[in-house]
C-alpha cells in the first residue's frame, strides 16, 4: 500500500466519536433556556395584583433607583416552595424582593404566602404568561437581579438554594 | 383481591392526570388558538410558528405544542403579524429573548454557518476520496 497513513483513519475516527461520548459524560448538561434579556432594560409591563392587600407590579416600580429582585413563581410550583425559607432569609439580610405569580389564582396565591411567608412587597398576576415571555423567562421560578435604573443584570434559573443566598446578595451589592 | 386491584388502578387513572397538570391555571390567550381574519395573515403566522421552538417542551415547535408557554408564543405571533410586523421581525424579537436557540433556523453566522456549510464540504471531501476512480486506467 502507497499510503499507510490511510490504515489509522477508521482508527482515528472511532478515538473522536468515543472522545465526543466520553465528553458528553464528562462535562454536564445544560438543558436551561437562559433569558437573552440580561443587560438590557426592563421590558414595559403593568400587571395587576395577584392577591388581595397586595400591590401589582409595573416596570417602574423596579426602576425606582434601588436595586432589588424580581422572583417569578407560582403557587402550583413545588421548587417554589422549597425556595420560600432562601427568599426570606434574602429579605431579612436587606434585599428587597418583587414578585410576578405565572398562571395563579388570588386564593392560592393567599394560601401560599400563608403557608410559607411572604417576603416580597409587590406582586403582579401574569396570568397569560404575557410578561414572561417579554422577559424571556422559560418557567418557574426564576429570580432576576434588577439595576436602581431597570436594567436586568442577572438571571438566576431554578430554584434558590441556600449556596446560591450570598451570590445573590453580592449582585445585589454590585449593583448599588 | 382481584377486585381492590381494579379499584387501585382506577384510582391510579383518576390521581394521575391531577399530578401531572402542575401548570397552574389561567386563561388562555385568545389568539393562541383563533386564526386571523385574513387566510394570507393566517398564513404567515403559520409559518412563523413552526419555525419557533416551545420553551417549555423544546423538542417541539409552538404551533405543535399544547403547553401554556406555547399558547402564550402563538397569540404573540398571530398579533405582531396582525400588527403588520414582517415574520423576520418576529423571529428576531423572540431571539432577543431567548436566543438563536428559540428558532429552527439558524443563522448563517458562528457555528450555524459550519451546519449550512457542512453537506458541501463533505461532498468535496467525498469527491476528493474518490478521485481515484474517475481516473484513466492506463
Redesign the interface.
Known amino acids: 500500500m502507497n499510503r499507510p497513513w490511510l490504515l489509522w483513519l477508521p482508527l482515528a475516527v472511532v478515538a473522536f466519536i468515543g472522545g465526543l461520548a466520553i465528553y458528553g459524560l464528562v462535562v454536564p448538561k445544560d438543558d436551561m433556556v437562559h433569558s437573552a434579556m440580561v443587560g438590557r432594560k426592563l421590558p414595559e409591563f403593568a400587571l395587576p395584583p395577584a392577591t388581595v392587600g397586595i400591590e401589582g407590579l409595573s416596570n417602574r416600580d423596579l426602576a425606582d433607583g434601588k436595586p432589588r429582585l424580581l422572583n417569578i413563581f407560582a403557587s402550583w410550583c413545588i421548587p417554589c416552595k422549597a425556595e420560600a425559607p432562601y427568599l426570606d432569609a434574602l429579605k431579612k439580610s436587606g434585599a428587597e424582593i418583587d414578585a410576578i405569580a405565572i398562571r395563579d389564582k388570588p386564593e392560592d396565591v393567599a394560601a401560599f404566602l400563608a403557608e410559607f411567608g411572604n417576603p416580597f412587597r409587590r406582586i403582579g398576576s401574569d396570568s397569560e404568561m404575557a410578561v414572561q415571555l417579554k422577559l424571556g423567562s422559560s418557567g418557574v421560578p426564576e429570580t432576576y437581579v434588577v439595576g436602581g435604573d431597570g436594567t436586568i443584570l442577572y438571571q438566576h434559573i431554578g430554584d434558590i438554594r441556600a449556596e446560591h443566598v450570598p451570590m445573590l446578595l453580592e449582585k445585589l451589592r454590585e449593583a448599588q | 383481591m382481584r377486585f381492590s386491584f381494579f379499584v387501585a388502578c382506577a384510582l391510579l387513572l383518576v390521581a394521575v392526570p391531577q399530578m401531572s397538570f402542575?401548570?397552574?391555571?389561567?386563561?388562555?390567550?385568545e389568539l393562541a388558538n383563533r386564526q386571523l381574519g385574513d387566510p394570507a395573515q393566517e398564513k404567515a403566522a403559520t409559518q412563523v410558528m413552526h419555525a419557533l421552538r416551545c420553551?417549555?417542551c423544546?423538542g417541539q415547535s409552538i404551533a405543535d405544542s399544547d403547553a401554556?408557554?406555547a399558547a402564550?408564543?402563538r397569540?404573540?405571533v398571530r398579533q405582531q403579524i396582525a400588527d403588520g410586523k414582517k415574520p423576520d421581525a418576529i423571529r428576531q424579537w423572540m431571539?432577543?429573548?431567548?436566543?438563536e436557540?428559540?428558532s429552527f433556523e439558524p443563522d448563517m453566522k458562528g457555528s450555524g454557518l459550519l451546519l449550512w456549510a457542512a453537506p458541501l464540504l463533505l461532498l468535496f471531501l467525498g469527491l476528493f476520496m474518490a478521485r481515484g476512480l474517475f481516473r484513466r486506467k492506463s
Open positions: 402542575g401548570q397552574g391555571s389561567g386563561p388562555t390567550p420553551i417549555q423544546q401554556p408557554m402564550t408564543m397569540a404573540e431571539i432577543e429573548r431567548y436566543g436557540w428559540v
